[in-house]
């Protein structure tokens, strides 16, 4: 199993990123996929999931309907398009699969 994010940077606030996983090592278009984070001193938190086909995707609550999960089975790939961005979203973001998790992308964004 491998997972590569990319797509993290640095922002303003309200501003926009979109996070991508390329997966590969297993059968990408079963695997329900996440997206978790961890911001600098606190633990690991889930961010949003996916399933397989595309057809159930879950949010944190502190989304708000500010962040959109998608996936291109074809290209296996997840991505993570992250909108109207805070302070408090600042952390590095991991896409993950089972008990995998990526090297994670960090988002910043900027006081």
């Known amino acids: 199993v491998q997972l590569v994010e990319s797509g993290g940077g640095l922002v303003q606030p309200g501003g926009s990123l979109r996070l991508l996983c390329e997966a590969s090592g297993f059968p990408f278009s079963k695997a329900d996929m996440k997206w978790v984070r961890q911001a600098p001193g606190k633990g690991v938190e889930f961010v949003s999931r996916i399933n397989g086909r595309g057809s159930t995707r879950d949010y944190a609550g502190f989304v708000k309907g500010r962040f959109t999960i998608s996936r291109d089975n074809v290209k296996k790939v997840v991505y993570l398009q992250l909108s109207n961005l805070t302070t408090e979203d600042t952390a590095i973001y991991y896409c993950?699969?089972?008990?995998?998790r990526g090297q994670g992308t960090q988002v910043t964004v900027l006081a």
């Open positions: 993950a699969y089972d008990d995998t």
